[in-house]
Every structure is written in C-alpha cells, then in structure tokens.
C-alpha cells in the first residue's frame, strides 16, 4: 500500500458547468423523466441524499469539476487519472453510478471509439443529466438501472467511483459482489472512495463532522476494508492506494483466471 499526499489543482479548462454547456455539443437534451419513475429510488436515497443527488439544484449546483475538486480538497484530478490510467482502449467497462463534473468523458477517452462505456443509475435525474454530458460520445450510453441489483456484465473492467460510501452496510455488500461478479477471468474492478486518514490528519476532525451529518454510511469505510465486503474475495487480487494521509483510497480488484 502507497501513499500519495500532495494535492494537484484542477485543470482550468475542466472548470465549466457541465450542466449548462455539454463538452459535446449538436445533440438535443434528453426529455425530463416520468414523475412516476422515482417511485423506485431506494429509500435510503430519497431520505438522504436528495438535496445532492434528486433535486434540480443538486444537479445544477454539483455538477460541475471545480465544485467536485473542491469538495475532494483538490484532488478529484489525480483520483479521476488514477482510475482512467487503470482502463485500456477498446475496453468495455461499466460504470454503476453517475459521477457529477467529468469522470464518465474521461473514463470514455480512456477507452477510446474502440471500446464501450455503460452508466448506470438509480435515480431519473441522474440518467437524464449524464446522457446530456455524454451527447455525441458514440462509446457510452447511460441506463437506468440498480447497481445493487445482479446480472451485469461481462466486462474487461468495472470503475467504481465514489458510490461505496453512500449506501448503508447491506447496499455495499450487494454492489461490490455484483461488481466483482460482473467482470470476466482476468477482469478489473476499480473502486475508489474515502478512507481513514492518519490520526495526525488536520481535516480528520471536519470530515467526522461531515459524515456525522451528511454523509451517514460513510465512516463504515474508516472501520472496514473494501475487500471484506467480497463474499468470495480469494478469487481476485487485490491492491490498495491511498492518497491525500489515507482520506482517499483506490482499491484494484483483479480476478483471477
């Protein structure tokens, strides 16, 4: 396990609302979801992360790199190249959450014409919004679709990025083994989330206070390891990096075979 703790500043360039001007230009936006269709968001979800994730002004708001980098203290720029340098043109990956800012253009450059990106979400309002960014990137699509729920794949590679840490404890382990289970032999599965600092870490002590009351499944990841999620974790490799005094962690699944 290394660390890596020094921040990187966003590019400037990635600092545009993504919402309000698509990279990729020329397609129409996509038609607002039916009301009814959040009937099947997950409790949890609605009761919790609504105000991120399931209002306009979540989207509006969040969805855009420079908020991200700052919410991840800097360092959503070096966490985004880890997971893309972890992809291979021509790959076919899935992505089972939408991502605010550029992680899912940036998974699909890394991929290339020649590969496939597939996004999931649960949420109408997220599916809407990544099919809007992600007009005109002939190799991804976006669904609607539970990441909890089995039957994926198969993929060359699953990339996970920050989803763990918002779903209560039985949610985590359905989605690593699906995850896992959705990759073929010799397939990667990239989960990158928060993780516990070193105690002398000066953001520690905001961090507690921001899960204590935001983000309340999230310290699960300061007390458990990524991989004991696995019902059946021998039958992969498994490499952890932790960046920024451990706040972040990039765990790579390999199965064997």
Request: proline letters at 7%; a positive charge.
């Amino acid at each position: 396990m290394t660390d890596r703790y020094a921040p990187t500043a966003y590019a400037a360039d990635r600092a545009a609302d993504l919402m309000d001007a698509p990279r990729r230009t020329g397609a129409a936006a996509p038609a607002e979801p039916p009301r009814d269709a959040e009937a099947a968001v997950p409790e949890y979800l609605r009761d919790t992360y609504t105000w991120a994730y399931l209002s306009r002004f979540g989207t509006r708001f969040f969805d855009k790199p420079l908020v991200v980098s700052t919410i991840l203290w800097g360092n959503a720029r070096r966490l985004i190249r880890s997971v893309a340098a972890e992809m291979k043109p021509g790959w076919r990956v899935l992505q089972p959450a939408c991502v605010y800012g550029d992680f899912s253009l940036r998974v699909a450059d890394a991929v290339g014409p020649d590969g496939r990106l597939d996004v999931c979400d649960i949420a109408p309002i997220q599916v809407a919004l990544t099919r809007r960014k992600l007009a005109g990137v002939r190799q991804a699509s976006v669904r609607r679709e539970d990441a909890a729920a089995p039957g994926k794949g198969p993929y060359d590679a699953v990339a996970c990025f920050f989803l763990l840490h918002e779903v209560p404890e039985e949610y985590k382990r359905a989605i690593v083994d699906n995850m896992l289970a959705a990759v073929h032999d010799g397939g990667t599965v990239v989960f990158v989330d928060y993780h516990r600092p070193v105690g002398w870490h000066p953001l520690k002590p905001i961090m507690s206070v921001v899960f204590d009351r935001l983000e309340p499944f999230a310290k699960a990841l300061w007390a458990n390891e990524i991989r004991d999620y696995a019902s059946a974790p021998d039958a992969f490799t498994w490499e952890k990096t932790t960046y920024f005094g451990g706040l972040y962690q990039k765990v790579v699944a390999r199965r064997l075979g």
